[in-house]
């Protein structure tokens, strides 16, 4: 391996730890957010099995707590982000 691929080697692993870090970082506070403002219908959707954390937080982060805004489930599942 020449130096100059092992100098972009070691960029590209330099850029891909930034970015693993960053989602780490921004996925912690959306959680927080969501926890903070939405705590009663994130228990309710944890009820649900097989649900994990990060599937509450992408449901309430989609469609927010209220599901009112939809006039049916069907409507609800059409959606489309």
């Known amino acids: 391996m020449s130096t100059t691929d092992r100098m972009l080697l070691d960029d590209s692993l330099d ?33 649900i099995p097989g649900m994990k954390a990060i599937g509450a937080v992408v449901i309430l982060g989609e469609i927010g707590p209220d599901v009112d805004a939809f006039a049916s489930a069907a409507k609800l599942a059409s959606w489309e982000v």
């Open 15 to 47: 850029e891909y730890r930034f970015y693993t870090k960053k989602i780490a970082q921004i996925s912690k506070e959306i959680e927080a957010y969501i926890l903070n403002h939405f705590p009663e219908e994130y228990d309710l959707l944890m009820i």
